[in-house]
């Protein structure tokens, strides 16, 4: 029997937060026939041996290098056989209720490709670029300038109704698997950021809306995987070089790092 929804859940040296993470979704997603997934993406923090002993009925994928955020979320989503995938990081405190009705939105919603949760602080606070437009030059411009002047920020975080966006955060992202069939995964070419950005662009092209939905609030920690700030900072740089270069071009590739300083 096919599953209603299968949960991929990515682990990157995140043990802990894990095991908390499916100790909240189990048994209750069992009970639905629900079909959970976790991909550890190389972990050295004995994520993987933690994660069988505790929950052997999860289906466990270890990959043997950890080749980014993309590529792992991809092995899960390979496998996901469920009408509506979801997209779940370790640090988001997501239970069954929030996850199932991220789906029966898709239901409800046949024009709607992906739906995200509506993505909270811990201390409770919308959380900032939860969702947002396109980073186009003359976007990254107006984000520049607001900055420079002190402007208010381009979107409202704290909205309270579903809204019809350019992009959503992939850390609690539920997709239909028809629309994963239709234009593939993420692309492998991000090692860590942009790639929920791209994916959503990709959906959007071919026809589908992205909603982001803060009916649906789940907490989002953020950073419990993310390497260190320098690193980091790296790899967000060079995504957003790889966005530009297949979206806007090879100009606004080789150009970008003029908007890249206002960006930031």
Known sequence: MTPSVSVVLLNYNTRDLTLE?????????????????????????????????????????????????????????????????????????????????????????????????????????????????????????????????????????????PLTVDWVSGACLCVRRSVFEQIGGLDENFFLYFEDVDWCRRMRLAGWQVVYNPRVQVVHLGGQSQPQRRVANRHYGESLHIFYFKHYGKIWAASFRIFYRLFQ
């Open 21 to 161: 993470s499916l100790a909240r979704l189990l048994p209750d997603a069992t009970e639905r026939g629900w079909q959970v997934i976790v991909v550890d993406n190389a972990s050295s923090d004995g994520s993987g041996d933690a994660i069988a002993a505790a929950f052997p009925a999860v289906t466990l994928v270890r990959l043997a290098e950890n080749r980014g955020y993309a590529a792992g979320n991809n092995r899960g989503l390979e496998i996901a056989s469920g009408e509506a995938v979801i997209l779940l990081n370790s640090d988001a405190l997501a239970g069954v209720a929030q996850l199932q009705a991220l789906a029966d939105y898709l239901t409800a919603n046949p024009a709607v490709g992906a739906v995200s949760a509506g993505l909270r602080t811990a201390t409770g606070e919308a959380q900032a670029f939860a969702y947002g437009a396109d980073p186009s030059p003359f976007y990254l411009l107006r984000r520049g300038l607001g900055r420079l002047f002190r402007l208010p920020a381009l979107h409202n975080w704290a909205v309270t109704e």
